[in-house]
Nanobody, 123 residues
Framework: VQLQASGGGLVQAGDSLRLSCAAS????????MGWFRQAPGKEREFVAA????????YYADSVKGRFTISRDNTKNTVYLQMNSLKPEDTAVYYC?????????????????WGQGTQVTVSS
């Protein structure tokens, strides 16, 4: 499956952004989907994951209550709504897909990656 992320940009602290990730080349509803991020000089870290049906959702503690992951299986797209953004949210955000939601929480185990979209939050 191929993944194309979009929606990043430069915003101020407290603003909102919505990232999108469009999937192609596979049966989207067969995959659990997730978002990771990587800041300069840091390892790629888990942000959020959603099961194929949307029935199970997981968040990193650092984004819980501010970010919302969702998916539309009719559009083959997963979203990450980011509210109350902070400068420490600045990173390249990557969408990810895997047939195992357990692997989807571990950067080194993920099966498929999108190309990343830059999010910069100024203070």
């Amino acid at each position: 499956v191929q993944l194309q992320a979009s929606g990043g940009g430069l915003v101020q602290a407290g603003d909102s952004l919505r990232l999108s990730c469009a999937a192609s080349g596979g049966t989207f509803s067969n995959y659990h989907m997730g978002w990771f991020r990587q800041a300069p000089g840091k390892e790629r870290e888990f942000v959020a994951a959603i099961s194929w049906s949307g029935g199970y959702i997981y968040y990193a503690d650092s984004v819980k209550g501010r970010f919302t992951i969702s998916r539309d299986n009719t559009k083959n797209t997963v979203y990450l709504q980011m509210n109350s953004l902070k400068p420490e949210d600045t990173a390249v955000y990557y969408c990810a897909a895997d047939s195992s939601i357990g692997r989807l929480k571990i950067a080194t185990a993920v099966g498929y990656w999108g190309q990343g979209t830059q999010v910069t939050v100024s203070s």
